[in-house]
């Protein structure tokens, strides 16, 4: 049974920073591509950004780039979402995702990852 626990989610006010980070177990780690996702209210699931196997390749949302940075630790079964530069409108609840196999086209697709997380939920204040 494959698990993800998310965690470091909450209140910051607009330009600051959270780091987000999902435990993986279960499952091999490093064999998964690894996905963040986010929803906020009366939303549909949006993709923000995924990460290969071996640390590549990175995707990111154009809402995001250049605000927001993946990474993974093999070694802890564990993908970072480092958030900076915090706006409102990135208020959600922010999801990790995993899956085996992934292609390329489908990266973005919410529905093509197998593993979720329960979620973390990030509020950003003006």
């Known amino acids: 049974q494959v698990q993800l626990v998310e965690s470091g989610g909450g209140l910051v006010q607009a330009g600051g920073s959270l780091r987000l980070s999902c435990v993986v177990s279960?499952?091999?780690?490093?064999?998964?591509?690894m996905g963040w996702f986010r929803q906020a209210p009366g939303k549909e699931r949006e993709f923000v950004s995924t990460i290969g196997w071996s640390g590549g390749p990175l995707y990111y949302a154009n809402s995001v780039k250049g605000r927001f940075t993946i990474s993974r630790d093999n070694g802890k079964n564990t993908v970072y979402l480092q958030m900076n530069s915090l706006k409102p409108e990135d208020t959600a609840v922010y999801y990790c995702a995993a899956d085996s196999s992934v292609s390329i086209s489908r990266l973005p697709m919410f529905r093509a990852y197998e593993y979720w997380g329960q979620g973390t939920q990030v509020t950003v204040s003006s």
């Open positions: 279960g499952g091999t780690f490093s064999k998964y591509v």
